[in-house]
């Protein structure tokens, strides 16, 4: 994934403002325009390498049934999608990102179940 003048941006402004209270709350479910924007971004951006390694450590294969816990954005859900498994259940407590991975993934040939 490569860095737009977006993310630029939002890393200058996360890096000035890391330790706020506002911060912490939109990470774990962002709420605020701005700042849970910014840090959708730095998650979507920030997490690409873990979590395909995450995934290819638990070798999903065909037919497999994951239970993916606080999926958050669901990138690991896009690259266990890769793996074909049979049944995905996604769990994610913040109704932001709820929102987020049923819009995302309603079209998908994978069964699955967003709680």
């Given at each position: 994934m490569k860095k737009t003048i977006l993310d630029h941006i939002a890393i200058f402004i996360f890096r000035r403002m890391q330790y706020t209270k506002i911060i912490a709350i939109n990470m774990r479910q962002p709420k605020h325009f701005i700042f849970g924007n910014i840090t959708k971004?730095?998650?979507a951006f920030g997490n690409n390498k873990i979590i395909e390694d995450s995934v290819?450590?638990?070798?999903?294969i065909e037919?497999?049934?994951v239970v993916e816990v606080g999926s958050g954005n669901g990138q690991a859900i896009e690259e266990?999608?890769?793996?074909e498994?049979?049944?995905i259940f996604a769990i994610e407590i913040s109704k932001t990102f709820l929102s987020d991975l049923r819009s995302k993934f309603n079209n998908s040939k994978i069964k699955k179940e967003i709680f």
């Open positions: 971004r730095l998650m290819n450590r638990l070798n999903v037919g497999d049934v266990i999608i890769k793996r498994p049979h049944k």
